[in-house]
Every structure is written in structure tokens, then in C-alpha cells.
């Protein structure tokens, strides 16, 4: 173990407690699980289920977003007022001494908040689900099952807000309307922020000719937008993975960039009304206020957001000319033109903003060193660390001469599968069986669950990025990293070759996984793990649907046996999820392979356990560069900084 002092060691420790943490998935997954779940249930009918675990999950999600928002926000405010242990400013050092007391500040707020105390910061699968108001796609149905036809409508309209394209959703919101138990003015948008129908009565007020409700709602709106606006920016400043080990500064600046960008997109959710965009939803505030304050006879306030607006549309003739207007009246006085506060700090942030951007994107234009990038991926975003790759460590997968095909779709009975023996030797075998037995975590990585299969057997596993954490801090050694890459790397190779695979695969996790009896109990009926499908889901019509929550990015699969001193645990192709017809039994032992395509036509299942431990390394891959295994560049990454 090293050693560390100060904040250098509670960053440490810190990042340890997540990368732990993450692989318990504790707090952090609940949003993520009640999510799968909800959606299960809803697949299973049913639904009060799909219900609560829905409505918990968005609960759940926001009362997190909120106080992580508000701790950001409290903390980078109390910071303003201390001050400095020294008066004078060197080296940038308030903006540093700033940085430690805002940590600090963090940490413990953190603390004092119950939803945050536990957990790390949420994965962006889960910010992605609920920031795109996934849970309304499937909660609207149950709520139209179970005959809350109002709330169906609502639900499958806060949806649409987000995905105005939707067919399906378009479809639902059409047949709601036309049941009698659903009034079209009731109506919401459960996700909306409270500007949002502050503006809508503030241009029903303005249509009315209501000038002192404009000048309410829209003055209301407008402080309510710039909150929300920055409690979005203030959800950027999240954890940025900068993928290897940069200096000091160019730390700072990669994740101050990642975070920029983020921030620069707060705007646009806002200005989403309900399903419409509207680019000049703040602005148009101003154009509001000063014709509501103009006509409630306050020419002070109504030159002051039209001067306001200017800032934001210098050129905008009809604001022009009414200043113009507003100045050949008897009662103005020039100095009236003052813009307000806030607009000004608006406008001069987002200049800012807008130019540091602008200086990235045509300052930082390096040749590229990986020839691997693809077009796709250079117009998509980058972060400053993108350019500073650092370079990867080469994995031989010239596999040896040992390795040999012994079945093939024939044996198998059926397609796209083959066994191969050999891929590691009894010692290497012994090597890995070693990492499980000390460093595996009880669940199958993706859930808490000791259990997660069969209540009689548990299950243990270690991710390569665990490994990779566990070898960082001198738990596990080089050799056996090194080994636990390259008998995947080699899985992989065999998988592309056997396949004939063209296109480029990615990891999409690593799992080294063991399965211990709990029960002696030899006549057992249940499975060590039922019969699946590695990308859809088998409904009870027997058909695989490749539907979230399942994981429909696999496109192929492997295991690599480690041992074979148990009894049990047969490894069986099906032609049906019961088991009633099994098509091949494959018996696992030290270095045998099995590879197969992830889809329904590859249904198969681990027979159960009785006796001792089964140990394997399951692999999964991917064709969608989107969900690459990262761990595993950080374990190149690592493997390689300590062979140079
Ligand atoms: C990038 O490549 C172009 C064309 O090959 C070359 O002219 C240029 O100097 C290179 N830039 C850098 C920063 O290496
Ligand atoms: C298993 O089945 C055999 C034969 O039916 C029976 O004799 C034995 O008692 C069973 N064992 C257990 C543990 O139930
Ligand atoms: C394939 O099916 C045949 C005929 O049912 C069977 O004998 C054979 O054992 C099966 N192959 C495997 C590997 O189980
Ligand atoms: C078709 C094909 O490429 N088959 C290969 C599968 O893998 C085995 C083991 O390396 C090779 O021997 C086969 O030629």
C-alpha cells in the first residue's frame, strides 16, 4: 500500500471509495435499478409495480440532482465570503486556496445530506435515462393499465416534451385525449421547471392585456430560469474520467473544458417550452417586461429591460426604436438606459464563454496519433485530453500452439458458437483463480445482490477495472494484470477470427466470476444461472425482445473456464428458456473456451452447482463504440506508466 498526506490522500481515498463503490453499486445504482426494474415489471404486466418503482426512481433522481445541485452551489457561494489566509494574491494562490476550502466545503455537505452521503456521483447511463425522461416512456402505460387516464396522459406528454418526434408517444397522447376521463387542460408536464408555466401565464397575460400580470410572471420567470440555470451549470461540475495521468494544469484544464461544455448546453434544455424551442426564451423576457412596464406607466423599469434585451440582440430594429421612443419622452432621462445586473452578467459570462471555445476549437488542432479514430468520431466533441493521448501498451494475442478448436456449430448443434481448449495453461489457470479467490466482491457487478441467480449458490466476480485498481495500489501484481488482458484480448482474437469479423469489437465488460454451492443438495432442479439470452429479453411468448433493461449493445460473447474441481455447473445451449430442449452440454475446465453471438439464437444457461466453486472469465463485446469497457484502457494505461 502507499502512502499519501494531505488533499493528495483524500483524493486518493476518495477515488477509491467510488471505484469501490461503483462496483457494489449501492446507492449510486438505486435510480439506475428501480428504473430496470420498473421496466420489468412493466414487461411482466405488472404494473403497480412498474408504478412504484417508477415514480421512486424519478423521485429518487431528482431529490439527488437537487441536493447535489444545492451543495455545489452553497459551497462555491460561502467560499466568496472567507477571507484568504493571506492578504495578497501569489501565484493564483486564492484561486487555489478558493479550490481546497470549496472541497472541503463539499465534502462535508455531502456528508449532511442524507441521499449523498453514501453514494458516489451517479453513472451518465442513469443521468441519460432521467435527463431524457426515460421512466415516462413506460410509466404512462402502466398508469393507462391501471385506469389513471389523466396521469397516463401527463406522464406520456412529459415524455414527448423531450422526444417531440416519438411516434409511438404521439400515437398514446391522441387516444388519451379522446377518453372522457382525460381534460386536454389538465395537462402537465410533470418535468417542468417552475419557469416554464410562469412564462406560459405570462404571455397569456400579455394576450389579455393583463400588463401587471406580464410584469409578475415574466419577473418571476426570469429569476426562476437563472436559478435553473444555474443549478444545471452546477450539475456540470461532475467527475470528468481523464483516462490516464495528465500534469497539474492540463488536469485542470481538460476537466474545465469537459465541464464548459456541458454548461454551454444548459440553455437549450430551458429553453425547451413544453415540446417547443425557443432559442430567445430569456431574452424574450426583457421584450415582455418592458412592454408591461411601459404600459403600467414605469419608464424607469421598461428602459432598463429594454436596454437589457439590446445586450442580448444589439441590432434588434424594433427594440431600437422603441428606445428611440422611450427617449422622446418628457419623463426619461438618459441614465434610465441602464441595463440590470443580471442581464449584464448573463451576457458578458456567455461572450466569455463563447470565446474560450471558439479558442479551443481552433487553437487545439493537433494531428491525430491514433489512426483507429474514425470520421464519426472526429466531428463528435472533444476534450483537450483527447489530443494528449497517451500511447498503449501492445498485448501479444499471437496465441500459442496449444490453443485448439474441439466443437464447432455441428457439435453444438446450432450456430455461431464454438469450443476451443488450451487458451491458458493449469498455471496460468491457477494465476487467475488466485485474483478471484482474493479480491472477487460478492454480486454479479451490475447489482448488490450476493445472490443474484440462485439463493443456493453465491456469486463472486472482479471486473477488469477492478484489477486494474487493485494492481494500482500493489494488491495485484503486473504479471497477473498482464494475464487477466491478455487471455481476453486472446478470446477476442479467437471470436474475430472465427467469425470472420471485419467491423471493430470492443470490450464491453470483463468479469472474472466464481459460483459457490451452498447447498450439498445433489438432486437440485434450478439453475446456477437460468437460460438467457446475453442481449434480449425472452418474454413469456418465448420471444427475445432486444428492449432495455436488457443489454442490447452485446453482439458477442465469451467465457473461459478456470477450473473444473466441482460437481455441476454444465454450461448448456437451449432451444427454449425452460431447458426441456437442450442442444449442447459443454463440461468447463482450465483453459476451454466457449464463443458464441450474444442474440436468441445463442439461448443458454449454467446448470446448477453442488458441489465447490466455479470460476470463469466472462466476456462480453460490443460493436457500438459508445459502450467500450473503459476500465480497461485505465488498466493499459497503468500496466504500461509502470513498465516505463
Ligand atoms: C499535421 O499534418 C499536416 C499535413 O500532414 C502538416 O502539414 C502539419 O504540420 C501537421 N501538424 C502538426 C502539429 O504536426
Ligand atoms: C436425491 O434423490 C435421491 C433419489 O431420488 C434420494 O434418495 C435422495 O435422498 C435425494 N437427496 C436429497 C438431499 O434430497
Ligand atoms: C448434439 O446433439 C446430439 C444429438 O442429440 C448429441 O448426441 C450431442 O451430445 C449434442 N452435442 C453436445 C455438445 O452436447
Ligand atoms: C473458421 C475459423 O477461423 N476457425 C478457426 C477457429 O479457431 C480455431 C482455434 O484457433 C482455429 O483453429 C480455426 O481455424
Known sequence: M?????????????????????????????????????????????????????????????????????????????????DPLYPVDIDNMYYYEKTIRNTLCLIKCR????????????????????????????????????????????????????????????????????????????????????????????????DKKDWKAVENNMEESLVSYLQAEEECRALCEGPFDQGWY??????????????????????????????????????????YLQFAYFKNNNLKAACQAAASYVLFYPNDDTMRSNMEYYKSLPKVENNFFTPRPEAVYYVRRLTY?????????????????????????????KYLSSYCKAPQLEILTNHNSNIQLVMDNKDLNGTKRFVVDGLLTPTECK?????????????????????????????????????????????????????????????????????SIKQTLYFTYTHLVCRSSLSGNKNRTDFSHSIHADNCNIGENGICRKSLPAYIWRDYSAIIYLNNNFDGGDFIFS??????????????????????????????GVKAVTRGTRCAIAIWFTFNKKYKENDRTIAYKLLHQFMN
Do not use: W
Open 246 to 287: 495528465p500534469d497539474l494544469i492540463p488536469s485542470i484544464a481538460n476537466h474545465y473544458t469537459f465541464a464548459l461544455n456541458c454548461k454551454t448546453k444548459c440553455a437549450q434544455q430551458l429553453n425547451n417550452l413544453n415540446g417547443e424551442y425557443h432559442d430567445d426564451l430569456l431574452p424574450s423576457h426583457y421584450h
Open 111 to 206: 456528508k449532511a445530506h442524507p441521499e449523498l452521503a453514501t453514494s458516489p456521483n451517479l453513472r451518465p447511463q442513469t443521468e441519460r435515462i432521467y435527463d431524457e425522461r426515460k421512466p415516462y416512456e413506460y410509466l404512462h402505460l402502466c398508469y393507462y393499465q391501471k385506469k389513471q387516464f389523466q396521469k397516463a396522459a401527463s406522464a406520456v406528454f412529459t415524455y414527448l416534451v423531450v422526444h417531440a418526434k416519438d411516434d409511438a408517444a404521439t400515437k398514446s397522447l391522441k387516444f388519451y385525449s379522446t377518453l372522457p376521463e382525460v381534460d386536454m387542460k389538465e395537462i402537465v408536464n410533470f418535468e417542468a421547471k417552475d419557469h416554464i408555466y410562469l412564462y406560459i401565464h405570462g404571455v397569456d397575460a400579455y
Open 575 to 604: 432451444q427454449d428458456m425452460f431447458g426441456n430442449f437442450i442442444q449442447s452440454t459443454i463440461k468447463p475446465k482450465c483453459g476451454r473456451m466457449i464463443g458464441f453471438s450474444s442474440g436468441a439464437e445463442n439461448l443458454h
Open 431 to 499: 494465476t487467475m483463480l488466485r485474483i478471484a479467490q482474493d479480491f472477487a466482491q460478492k454480486g454479479d457487478g451490475y447489482k448488490g445482490n450476493p445472490t443474484p441467480h440462485t439463493v443456493l449458490e453465491t456469486f463472486k466476480g472482479i471486473s477488469i477495472g477492478r484489477a486494474a485498481l487493485l494492481f494500482h495500489f500493489g494488491r495485484v501484481n503486473y504479471r497477473e494484470l498482464y494475464l487477466y488482458l491478455k487471455s481476453t484480448e486472446i478470446a477476442k482474437k479467437l471470436l474475430e477470427d472465427n467469425f
Open 353 to 381: 464563454e463563447k470565446r474560450l471555445l471558439k479558442f479551443i476549437d481552433t487553437e487545439y488542432r493537433f494531428n491525430e496519433t491514433d489512426g483507429a479514430e474514425t470520421k464519426e468520431e472526429k466531428s463528435t466533441e
Open 2 to 82: 502507499r502512502f499519501c498526506t494531505g488533499i493528495a490522500c483524500l483524493t486518493l481515498i476518495i477515488t477509491l471509495q467510488h471505484a469501490l463503490a461503483k462496483e457494489h453499486e449501492e446507492q449510486s445504482e438505486q435510480c439506475l435499478m428501480l428504473y430496470q426494474h420498473g421496466v420489468q415489471s412493466y414487461l411482466e404486466n405488472n404494473f403497480d409495480d412498474c408504478i412504484n418503482k417508477l415514480e421512486e426512481g424519478v423521485k429518487k433522481y431528482n431529490s439527488y440532482t437537487k441536493a447535489l445541485q444545492n451543495c455545489r452551489l452553497k459551497c462555491k457561494e460561502d467560499v466568496e465570503s472567507v
